[in-house]
């Protein structure tokens, strides 16, 4: 085999897919095996040897085999170290180079005695003088239904190799990152709630899939434990395999009542724990096998689910069709898994993709039924209010009683704003893990499917941030603390931003989406840039909900060369004048329909007004039934007269990053790994820690430029670490600039950071411009 034209050498690495000589139930000697003359079979590679044909007879999967491949490498890779990378395959191997043993993975043997399974990616190192390598892999297995070399091997330089393994790496935490926040949420939403049996059981399934995502593909939990037992890690794999299925007809059954119910669940359960107990009992070749069967079952149970969606619209359960096209998704992938599973085609897997989409798609459903219950409740409290007022009125007796009932409410809105502020910091932390995950996923080499992938997640977490801060700042309205930032920013980079979101939402659609700025508008301004994004996504996130072809658009102007006038046009569905006049009351819903895209939380335009009277505009709206709505506000910008300095200050500034000493403290492992991904491309020294005493040690050894610290830390937190820095700093005459990093967004902490000394605050989720930016505006 020569990979001297392979077309992707140009990334500087090969697939040594293809066919491969093949010697069954043979252990050849490496260092002769080019010179032997005997014959061989012709096997493909990847690909297993189940179906192989030998002598008349097909092998099955048990066995031993020696395979053998001649490679013919570039000039330019001679005499350099190369990576040889295996993918995860379910057999155990030995792989020699040249004679030489490269790497090996679990105990080759030629009896099951002697033969150990591991499933785990191995990487090994080559140095050739020479442009031919001989390789050969003796492959045996005893343990599991599927026998040979099921995966992909890439040769190639280090660099494109460890690319590949970070990029799959990243892939993986990511996925498990997403389940692990959603699971958690809707755990500790029942434990709030536990008349909700719903958030429990689907928490319990995100569950199920994150065990099932960490011993696949990269098996991260094999870096944990390597040496872990083999029929443990395949008893977790499978128990995923075992009870999702379950686990999601008794989520999706909830909300319906039909005819024996019950006894479906309870069957369903009653089959996962038979399949499970069986494995638990048998061999691990007898657990893997289980898969050629369960599938069915699988499949059985999916359609199922969609059935019980179909049954859900047809009852009028709201956000049922949402919910049904999820399940298609995750059924399609199934399928595909299915044909792959039988060797009928050789693809990826893809149905890890389908129940993420899914997952994720009925965490946001279920998202808006609890933010719908959250405003019936309110509308409850509020009647029961009045209620208590009027009493009040007529029995004066018992005003003692009415004072003590308010007290408890008041106590009980306490209460709630405080779980409220606590939860948005839990959610916080994660979701910049999520987002910031998402980003470098975003940048990476990836197909144009996973690049859509992506863009959902981003569409969905800036979707679920949006939802966030709106409940916030109704908590904060309600106590009179909701405020504006006004600080310098590029009002294009503000609808670049936007415009990215919402052409992606008129993919597969007949709507057009566009962004006109006048000519007279200053792009360089100061303002509450967060407040006005958070304004412009609420109103064109109702455009799209009620335009199902046609155009949205939005467009920026300039009145009396003060007054900054934003237009949402759509060529939606209208509303009357009646509706009108009720728009920008909370909670109220424009449109009563069942239909999917007419829901919402029925905050967003409230808290829009709300936020444009504090910036001293004002907001209006026309609308004509069936023809369409523009809503139109207008609010005073400072136009910065810094405009022109800007890009030389900028590039001078862009410069300095890259000898930009920087340190970053952090507890959480990931907020580290993603800042540093962040930076590491442009600030030329990064020096990381958890936090603690370790943190002190590396401030008082280096002289940084910049500190960016998160301020809620065991040990040491934020503000007990920035007065020992500043001590250090004052004995060495020396001022750093330190940038607290929180996922606290109350007023009372940011009024906290900046009493304390920082020189500025960046609040989670963050993306690689707010870093940038922030150090940008505390360096100049």
Same mark, same amino acid.
């Given at each position: ?82 990576? &040889? =990378?295996?993918?995860?395959?379910? *057999?155990? #191997?030995? +792989? !020699?180079?040249?004679?030489?043993? %490269? ?117 991260? &939990? =094999?870096?944990?434990?390597?040496? *872990?037992? #083999?029929? +443990? !890690?395949?008893?977790?794999?499978? %128990? ?541």
């Amino acid at each position: 085999m020569s990979i001297q034209n392979d077309p992707i050498i140009k990334n500087e690495f090969a697939n040594l897919k293809g066919e491969w000589k093949f010697f069954w139930n043979e252990s050849k000697n490496p260092n002769q095996l080019q010179n032997l003359e005997s014959e061989s079979e012709i096997i493909v590679v990847p690909s297993s040897w189940n179906q192989k044909m030998i002598h008349g007879k097909k092998l099955g999967s048990t066995g031993y085999a020696t395979y053998y491949l001649q490679v013919k490498i570039p000039e330019d890779w001679k005499n350099k170290v190369l990576l &040889l =990378r295996a993918d995860y395959h379910a *057999g155990a #191997y030995e +792989l !020699f180079v040249n004679g030489l043993l %490269s790497q090996s993975v679990g105990m080759f043997g030629t009896k099951k005695e002697t033969s150990k399974n591991v499933h785990a990616p191995s990487i090994g190192y080559i140095y050739s003088n020479s442009d031919i390598l001989n390789i050969v892999i003796h492959e045996s297995n005893f343990e599991h239904r599927v026998g040979g070399i099921g995966r992909e091997i890439y040769l190639g330089l280090p660099k494109a190799i460890n690319s590949i393994s970070n990029e799959r790496r990243i892939s993986d935490l990511f996925s498990i990152s997403v389940l692990f926040i959603i699971s958690l949420y809707y755990f500790f939403y029942f434990l709030i709630r536990n008349s909700d049996k719903s958030s429990l059981i689907f928490s319990i399934l995100c569950l199920f899939l994150l065990i099932r995502a960490l011993v696949q593909n990269e098996q991260i &939990l =094999r870096e944990y434990f390597p040496n *872990g037992n #083999y029929k +443990l !890690f395949l008893l977790i794999e499978y %128990s995923a395999m075992y009870f999702a299925p379950s686990l999601a007809i008794h989520f999706f059954s909830l909300p319906i009542e039909f005819r024996f119910k019950n006894k479906i669940i309870i069957s369903c359960y009653t089959i996962s724990i038979g399949y499970f107990v069986y494995a638990l009992i048998v061999d691990t070749l007898s657990i893997s096998n289980t898969v050629l069967h369960f599938q069915y079952i699988v499949l059985i149970l999916s359609l199922s689910a969609i059935g019980l969606n179909v049954l859900a619209i047809t009852k009028k359960i709201k956000h049922s069709w949402l919910s049904l096209g999820s399940m298609f998704v995750a059924l399609v992938t199934i399928i595909i898994d299915m044909l792959i599973i039988q060797e009928k085609i050789q693809i990826p897997f893809t149905a890890s993709y389908g129940l993420i989409f899914m997952i994720f798609t009925q965490g946001i459903i279920l998202a808006v039924r609890h933010s719908e219950a959250f405003s019936t409740n309110e509308q409850l409290t509020n009647e029961l209010t009045l209620f208590n007022e009027n009493l009040e009125n007529k029995v004066n007796e018992r005003t003692i009683e009415l004072n003590s009932a308010i007290e408890r409410m008041e106590k009980s809105v306490k209460a709630r704003n405080d779980f409220l502020a606590n939860m948005s910091h839990e959610i916080r932390t994660p979701m910049n893990i999520i987002s910031g995950m998402a980003e470098l996923l975003d940048e990476s080499e990836l197909k144009p499917e996973q690049k859509e992938y992506v863009s959902i997640f981003n569409i969905a977490n800036k979707t679920l941030l949006n939802v966030l801060n709106d409940v916030l700042d109704l908590s904060k309205l309600e106590q009179g603390f909701l405020s504006i930032d006004t600080h310098e920013f590029r009002i294009d980079h503000l609808l670049n931003d936007l415009n990215k979101i919402f052409q992606f939402k008129t993919k597969g659609t007949l709507l057009t989406f566009n962004i006109q700025i006048e000519k007279d508008v200053p792009l360089l301004v100061k303002g509450d840039s967060n407040r006005i994004s958070q304004i412009l996504f609420n109103l064109l996130s109702n455009a799209f909900k009620f335009t199902n072809d046609g155009q949205v658009s939005l467009s920026l102007s300039l009145e009396n060369n003060q007054y900054f006038v934003f237009t949402v046009k759509d060529t939606g569905i209208g509303m009357t004048e009646e509706k009108i006049n009720n728009l920008f009351i909370r909670f109220y819903q424009a449109h009563e329909s069942n239909q999917i895209f007419q829901r919402g939380t029925g905050l967003g335009l409230a808290i829009s007004k709300k936020l444009v009277e504090l910036m001293n505009g004002n907001i209006a709206v026309k609308s004509t039934l069936g023809i369409g709505s523009e809503f139109v506000f207008k609010i005073p910008l400072i136009i910065s007269t810094s405009a022109i300095l800007e890009n030389s200050q900028l590039k001078q500034t862009k410069e300095q990053f890259h000898n930009l000493k920087v340190l970053i403290v952090d507890d959480v492992q990931e907020n580290l790994l993603i800042v540093k991904k962040f930076l590491e491309k442009v600030a030329f020294r990064i020096s990381l820690s958890s936090g603690g005493y370790e943190a002190v040690t590396l401030f008082d050894e280096n002289l940084f430029d910049i500190v960016l610290m998160d301020i809620q830390m065991p040990t040491l937190n934020g503000f007990e670490l920035l007065k020992i820095f500043r001590k250090i700093d004052a004995d060495r005459f020396k001022f750093t600039p330190i940038i607290a990093f929180t996922a606290n967004v109350t007023l009372e902490e940011q009024r906290e950071i900046e009493e304390a000394g920082f020189n500025g605050f960046l609040s989670k989720p963050v993306s690689k411009k707010d870093i940038f930016d922030k150090f940008i505006e505390v360096l100049r």
